[in-house]
């Protein structure tokens, strides 16, 4: 077998332009089981001489059994590959394609980095995406039956709405209006909501394929104009498909955060963003870096460096490197200040590259480079979120042992496992910050050290950050393992924190004395009442400002754990008349068992929850444990659980929630950079 030598793409560099070389591929005419041939062409993908399709696809592991051939020479292909391929063949035409595996040099380190930093732009230029989701079996051919019905179903409601059938229409409110009405429908048909989820049982087989769990899939699917996904002979509009997903998260509760059909869902949605009209909109994006990385993080990829190099072509800051530079802290409107801001630099940027004045240079943490190793890539990504003004601390939120962290693991504890599934809910980025004053000026958030913006630090493996330790933790629960169906085991942990009972109600009061201790015990289970923001009644609207919103959602839990309380034990209300809503929205709201019961499992599961020396209650990582410090960051969206495992060097175990008004709002590191009360800052060395 004589195998095909590639032709190296133009080394071409001109006056800040480069070219965005591939190669495309020709696929010859055949039949059956014909050998499958092709040739490869070198051309730029913004002036193509060809129309071409790009192939999405998962490789898969298997080999085929023969190679393609290329120009007479032998390439080694995947049996995916080989049935998208012979599935794709023209009888009589040549059909022109992209096909990663083929037009990219897989055994060429930096020509693979060189094309996967433009891959967008390939997908981009294509005249249609092919999703392929493998030969025709009973699961495709089931699902794409039920996805035409539904769709049909839909284009009925559309019409009797006075409206269009088309993607813009159903990211608007009527569209919106059209899924409760096709909900309705389907309900009313099958008799019940149980019966009506069955009945989209094949189209949620559909989406727990493989498929649909790939990371690169996202920038293929997105960067399109036009897609269409095929199995065997079968195609269907795959943005009809994915219009769907609405009514399956609805029907068969599919929104929780672990769920990679979620993130679809959002992929349809941010493809115009109409609900948030203010919001900033990179083209091609669905949103900010961390926030895809938070939703993607159950996504598969063979190489884990994919993991990061994936999202560069689908996040606002890879697509439009100024942002990557600059942030900005707000709550409330601060929302359409930070979008005007980014809007005007984003602007500015494309206006002076336009007049040739300047280039925006990528940082080389936010470029593809496979000579690296996982770890450094994961690194220097890491530290380079922290070292961006305003430097704020949000990326140390996907830190989520899955181990017990050592200080001789050559992994350091700082660096989130952005290959390893999500272990645990995440927290709502900036509601609580420990680490961010609640006034004044500050030019930046963090205090890091040893970290330039460009080159290489002292001490790589090394994090140096400012903060002050609030509290010792003297008890822990045993790790939450239950699953969602199961009652919760509030009297269990109680008992892990507590030598009395939780049952009937103590008269201790909780750290602070505003509150008794059960009560905060309660809150401290959803996380303030964060918990329950998917679960949010309509009444209570929009949350607002931050701090307002922090006290709504507080309220909000106590009432729903009242609710709970008395339905599950069967207390009367009397019993618990300090956690009775007082604001007129919190006791409009509707009230239900699902809501506390789910809002606190998904926060309780894969957590502990611990008590401090100082008597307050907090949820924290799994492998957190007595004689841990409870410590605030400066620039920290939550409070950190730290490990000290010499005289100078700390652990990083994990972010956590505290039961602590001042030290959430932000009033007591402002209080401790003011100097208002004797709690000394020091510096934390993180390995």
Not at 288 to 316: E, H, K, W, Y
């Amino acid at each position: 077998m004589t195998s095909y030598r590639y032709e190296p793409l133009p080394n071409v560099v001109e006056a800040g332009k480069r070219p965005s070389f591939t190669r495309l591929m020709c696929l010859a005419p055949g039949t059956s089981t014909q050998t499958l041939e092709c040739t490869l062409s070198i051309i730029d993908v913004a002036d193509s001489p060809s129309r071409y399709e790009a192939l999405s696809y998962v490789w898969g592991i298997e080999k085929a059994q023969s190679p393609i051939k290329c120009h007479g020479y032998d390439i080694p292909i995947t049996l995916n590959l080989e049935n998208a391929l012979r599935a794709l063949r023209h009888p009589t035409l040549v059909r022109h394609l992209w096909v990663d595996a083929l037009c990219i040099n897989q055994n060429d380190v930096d020509e693979r980095a060189r094309q996967v930093a433009y891959m967008r732009l390939v997908y981009q230029y294509a005249s249609q995406v092919v999703v392929w989701l493998g030969p025709e079996d009973p699961i495709t051919r089931a699902g794409l039956a039920r996805a035409r019905e539904l769709c049909e179903y839909r284009t009925m409601f559309l019409e009797i709405s006075g409206q269009s059938n088309d993607r813009a229409a159903s990211l608007a409110p009527i569209g919106m209006q059209v899924d409760r009405m096709m909900l309705e429908a389907l309900v009313a048909e099958t008799g019940s909501a149980e019966n009506a989820a069955q009945s989209v049982n094949d189209l949620t087989r559909l989406f727990n394929t493989t498929y649909f769990e790939r990371v690169w899939c996202i920038q293929e699917v997105v960067a399109a104009k036009e897609c269409i996904c095929k199995s065997g002979d079968v195609e269907f509009n795959f943005f009809d498909l994915l219009s769907l997903t609405g009514v399956i998260g609805e029907l068969c509760g599919l929104e929780k955060p672990y769920s990679p059909l979620r993130f679809w869902k959002q992929v349809y949605q941010q493809r115009s963003r109409q609900w948030k009209p203010h919001a900033l909109k990179v083209e091609a994006s669905v949103g900010s870096m961390l926030q895809v990385l938070m939703n993607m993080r159950n996504f598969q990829a063979t190489d884990p460096r994919d993991r990061l190099f994936a999202i560069f072509g689908i996040s606002d800051e890879g697509l439009q490197p100024v942002l990557a530079n600059m942030d900005i802290l707000g709550s409330g409107n601060g929302d359409r200040v930070q979008s005007a801001m980014q809007k005007l630099f984003v602007s500015l940027g494309k206006r002076a590259e336009s007049l040739g004045l300047q280039r925006t240079e990528r940082n080389p943490a936010m470029s593809p480079n496979y000579t690296k190793s996982v770890t450094e890539v994961y690194r220097d990504f890491t530290r380079f979120m922290i070292r961006k003004s305003p430097r704020v601390l949000d990326v140390l939120s996907h830190v989520q042992h899955t181990r017990d962290p050592s200080p001789t693991a050559s992994w350091p504890s700082w660096v989130p496992r952005f290959d390893e599934p999500q272990s645990c809910s995440f927290f709502p980025q900036r509601l609580f910050l420990p680490g961010v004053p609640l006034t004044g000026h500050y030019p930046y958030f963090a205090q890091i050290y040893d970290s330039p913006l460009r080159g290489s630090p002292a001490e790589p493996n090394v994090l140096r950050l400012d903060g002050f330790r609030v509290a010792e933790v003297d008890a822990v629960s045993e790790s939450v393992r239950s699953d969602l169906g199961e009652p919760l085991p509030v009297e269990r942990l109680w008992g892990d924190l507590f030598a009395f009972p939780l049952f009937p109600r103590t008269t201790l009061k909780y750290a602070g004395g505003l509150e008794q201790l059960d009560t905060a015990f309660f809150v401290t289970l959803c996380g303030g009442g964060t918990g329950l923001i998917l679960s949010m009644p309509d009444q209570l609207g929009e949350l607002g400002d931050r701090l307002p919103a922090l006290q709504t959602l507080a309220e909000h839990g106590r009432n729903q754990a009242r609710h709970w309380l008395v339905s599950s034990y069967g207390y009367p209300e009397a019993a618990y008349q300090d956690l009775m809503p007082r604001s007129k929205p919190v006791s409009d709201a509707n009230l239900d068992l699902a809501f506390y019961h789910v809002g606190v499992w998904n926060y309780l599961h894969h957590r502990r929850v611990f008590r401090t020396r100082q008597g307050y209650i907090g949820l924290g990582p799994d492998f957190m444990r007595p004689g841990d410090q409870v410590v605030a960051l400066y620039g920290g969206h939550m409070a950190f659980v730290l490990r000290q495992v010499s005289l100078t060097d700390w652990l990083l175990v994990g972010e956590c929630y505290l039961h602590h008004w001042d030290l959430n709002s932000g009033q007591l590191v402002e209080w401790v950079r003011t100097g208002r009360v004797n709690i000394p800052v020091e510096t934390f060395r993180l390995v």
